[in-house]
């Protein structure tokens, strides 16, 4: 959802592009956790793995985008995102909160926050459906090692980066829900556009099949290369509107691990869902 969201803001007049930067220092910059294997730990063994064969093909493929070892947190704020962009308007940068681990005094200066949230009964059963193809059958999300599920089940790593923006650098960020943004693109978008200053039109709405767009992105190329792997962005590249929410499952046809994570993230979910935009009356550009 997050990567059609960036897709389709990619297409606003003068808008540069940053797609995870954190998420690549988390896991391939030089400060990134690299725990001992565990030959006792088969889901670490495979996670560790994966990177390794991740990082090794992202060195041998003849593609554009950044270094993986220019990704500290530190350069990803003063030569990325705090960097002049002299030919730009907007510069976008998307990432997930749990992959900040915590080092909110690298977050960059001048900038308005938004947040794009979703209603975890349907973030965990397709993390989960994700995860199988990453890791495998296996019995229990909670059992995964931190460094591919997240102690706080990323929902309480982004409500606490929330509040530490709206106490310390953004008072006012714009929560966006998914299903209100498939549900009313056009007035969420354009509502979302007026809060971060960006002009909106009805362009936005549709856009062209596949992954060409991401040629002007910022990016490491271990993305591209764990997408071809993994297809992390598939779906996202090969729409070309936002369509209707489906509901939102019952919880009795959820596995108990996904139910569990759920209902444990609720609290964080339900607190800045309240605080979410809501449509205001628009006008087409």
Sequence with gaps: MSTAVLKCLSYVDGIQIVNQPY???????????????????????????????????????????????SMSFKGIRDEILQASYPDKKFLLCRDQAQYLDGRYDLLPRGFKYSFLIRHPYKVFRSWKKHLTVIMGDFPDMRALPSLIFPPGRGFKELFELVQHVKENIDPHPAILDADDLLQDPAGILSTYCARMGMPYSSKLLYWEPGDEITNTWIMCKVLSVSNGLLDFYKHAFESKRFDKPGPVPDPASLAEDVRACAEESMKYYESLYRERIVASPQSEG
């Design 23 to 69: 998420a690549t220092a988390f896991y391939y910059g030089p400060q990134a956790i690299r725990p001992e294997p565990d030959p006792n730990d088969i889901f670490l063994t495979k996670v560790l793995a994966l990177r390794e064969r991740i990082a090794e093909e992202g060195e041998k493929a003849e593609l554009g985008g950044l270094a993986p070892s």
